[in-house]
């Protein structure tokens, strides 16, 4: 289903011969009536952002966020790939404006792989043709659309939600580079309500900070980052529960995301409470969740607070550890800054030795200063992703 | 040599049974005739700053830097463990007073290893006595007390240099836990120079600045982070060379330190040139050493500038990146933001391939913006380094 799911969205995956050997690594998300209705995307803040971003950023300024739709490319990020990278980028919107109308503003564009490495601009025109062929409304289409943005993804991430009068749709690659402020992460999001451009933006940037930028895998920032939302029109302007139901969507992909990253096999939910402000309790969390040591001890299934609380510590340096509790799975290991382990009855320590096999690890960790919460979610880091990453990927 | 390379200076390593079975695990640094003379101190900036880090900042700022030595324990890092740690860490103090005369506020501590497990207390005064007993001020003595405070370090770091009429030694510890500022390192370092306690602490942090605040293994920053300067004042007060030889000898333990990281095979100089000011070229010198892609390629002898560029771009989201050129090795491999493989010859391809496999790789980026110079020693990460820190480590 995915993208597909709202009315009046159309969508394709086509082999355009990127990656070679007829994998599926092209995908057009737009709307199924041709024309133009709102849409709205937000980019990675890297100064070594890439040809694609770049062209869709512009061209998302130039008409006010009036879309017909955006082409992704896998296997090539397209990214510090110069003036030539330029130009690819601009003719994979050019295809699209010449094959399925309209000006080629009206298109964004997104590409994840390999960084440096020159575009194979000649795939993409033949690529498009087939894009056109294969367009369709059903789950089907919806579906090859989303495995044609993978790139070391293990599995396809795909997510939708019905509310009052409307439905929303969404899909979404990940694996690696992904770190606050998002990820070598694309995701598309579509609905079939009506909203301002405005509207789109706004409930767009609300969501990814509470959930694509609250992910971190390895720390490290990617050149293509790109979330767009497109809104068919098709029916009403929804209520409020539209932004709360684009939230679940963009959540349970990130959440996707996180459980398919290179070489993991858990997903941390590091959850900071007690903090004085939002501010401080995201820094606590992010330092937890982006530590080397926790996510070791995540992958050895180690309840070790030691190591959370040095990350507090150097998070905040201001803070009273004697305030601060730890706890694993809902077991508090740590409590007023010093072991709690001797306190532990032998069932609650059999439970904890079991739970921390399982495939979710929510370390939760209270600063006593507050009450402002903050979730990030991560991952362990598995021998895999060192072998995934020691050569070009 | 080491620590006892300087006149007036004397040593031990003993085991005290705080790691078990014989190991040498308790080291003792301090001047030889017994007496106090001029000492420093620079610590970690971690909130979770360990029982010993407390107790030894009470102690430098109660005497103001008179000093009759430093004891040293390894194999638990006395760190969130509340009340009952900081006793154990003023028993420390008390008895070197006690055993080798003086206030216990002329003493420093410093513990490594484990956090958040209690500090086996009753192993202190025994430790000590054992201590009085082999305490040297020959090369063997310098030896052991380098020996007693390895973790999980594979060899002894020591270093020694000479200027005019006076002598600089040190030794220290690492492995893991590496970052800004500082590790979960321990050094002393030694002269016998005549210094104020005011010329020490200056030149101790001009010199930490340079060195271990410029060395990453994980970028996890440790709660028992700190380097000693002790001078026995047995010569004269030296010239400004006093300064440059201490920074040599700083800088070849932070070197060892990164050259002996946990599961690392490979150091990583990024040396980025041509920034506008020292703090950019360094957030961009961090961000390329810290990143876990970078070290990837390391450890894969892959030149891959496209993770570089991308730190870079995360790090300065304000720079142009057609500025910007990579070298690996000396070899530019990304010239003007673009691939410039290309423009290689044969022969430096060939080379540059070959100089992959070196144990130490030159990562250099010019910014294209100004003359600031700025270098951070990184290690890469291997499959050792998960096995390590899997569990309790």
Redesign the interface.
Known sequence: MSVTFPAGIRAAGVAAGIKGEGELDLSFVGFADGMVHSGAAVFT?????AAPVQVSRSHLASTNGHLRGVLLSSGNAN????DAGSIAAQLMARSCADQLGGDEREYLVCSTG?????FPQDRIRPGVERIVEELGTDSRAGERAAHAIRTTDTFAKQAEAAGVGFRVGGMAKGA??IAPNMATMLCVLTTDATLSPRRAQDALGWVVDQTFNRITI??????NDTVVLLASEVGAEPGPDFEERLLEVAAKLAYAIVSDAEGGSRVGRVRVVGGLNVAEAERAARGIA????VK??M??S?P????V??????A???????QVSVAYQGIRV?E????AAARLSLAQRRTLDRRMNDREIVIEVDLGRGSATVEVLTAD???G??E?????S
Chains 1, 2 share one sequence.
Do not use: F, K
């Open positions: 803040q890297s100064a070594a952002a990214a510090l790939t110069g390999l960084i440096g490495i020159a690696a580079m390895d720390g490290c920032t990617s050149t982006n530590s080397l040591l070791c001890s992958l050895g180690d070790y607070w030691g190591r609380l040095a990350e507090v510590g150097a905040l340096p201001m803070i009273e550890m004697s740590c007023d800054g010093v072991d880091i598995g021998h992703y060192l995934e990453n020691r050569g070009t």
